[in-house]
T-cell receptor, first 110, second 112 residues
Framework: GEDVEQSLFLSVREGDSSVINCTYT??????LYWYKQEPGAGLQLLTY?????DMKQDQRLTVLLNKKDKHLSLRIADTQTGDSAIYFCAERTNAGKSTFGDGTTLTVKP | DGGITQSPKYLFRKEGQNVTLSCEQN?????MYWYRQDPGQGLRLIYYSQIVNDFQKGDIAEGYSVSREKKESFPLTVTSAQKNPTAFYLC???????????FGPGTRLTVT
């Protein structure tokens, strides 16, 4: 079955880069997403990448996809205290079903 | 403004009572979803609907029921059969099954 794994915690200093990693198992994944969740709120779509791409950049965010290793990463450049949140990786398959990781809690220290 | 809304934000119920959570979207999305989130965990799919008058069970449907009588609305009922209903409930919608999902702000249900 589908499974998405993420490390649970990441702590960085303000101004450093953050890299959040994710692995998935379903080779039929068509889209891979990164969502951000602030306390008590819903999930906000940050960015996504098609499975036939290997990189996507959007301002401070860079997504890298290694389809062979089923590994996805999200890099946040110049991390700010406002980036502190839980980040979810999610995959979507041809069948339309989405599977979410358990989330990585990013803490940015001033 | 287009968006997806959930109400109420906080809900308190006594054990043994059914409770219905509201989810409305004006994004003209065909598909709608209900997820449950427990502390320190990811999202688990309860039910989803790809079209009006049709819905499918997700991974943890037991103790829940839904209806999809209108495209804009996908209410979730948490029944007394749900053994551990206290959780944060998130509704989402998307264009068909291939589009990215947009989430509502969530409803935190506490059952005592």
């Amino acid at each position: 079955g589908e499974d998405v794994e993420q490390s649970l915690f990441l702590s960085v200093r303000e101004g450093d880069s953050s890299v959040i990693n994710c692995t998935y198992t379903d080779s039929s994944s068509t889209y891979l997403y990164w969502y951000k969740q602030e306390p008590g709120a819903g999930l906000q779509l940050l960015t996504y990448i098609f499975s036939n791409m290997d990189m996507k950049q959007d301002q401070r965010l860079t997504v890298l996809l290694n389809k062979k290793d089923k590994h996805l990463s999200l890099r946040i450049a110049d991390t700010q205290t406002g980036d502190s949140a839980i980040y979810f990786c999610a995959e979507r398959t041809n069948a339309g079903k989405s599977t979410f990781g358990d989330g990585t809690t990013l803490t940015v220290k001033p | 403004d287009g968006g997806i809304t959930q109400s109420p934000k906080y809900l308190f119920r006594k054990e043994g009572q059914n409770v219905t959570l509201s989810c409305e979207q004006n994004l003209n999305h065909d598909a709608m979803y209900w997820y449950r989130q427990d502390p320190g965990q990811g999202l688990r799919l309860i039910y989803y609907s790809q079209i009006v008058n049709d819905f499918q069970k997700g991974d943890i449907a037991e103790g829940y029921s839904v209806s999809r009588e209108k495209k804009e609305s996908f209410p979730l009922t948490v029944t007394s059969a749900q053994k551990n209903p206290t959780a944060f409930y998130l509704c989402a919608s998307s264009f068909g099954t291939s589009g990215e999902q947009y989430f509502g702000p969530g409803t935190r249900l506490t059952v005592t």
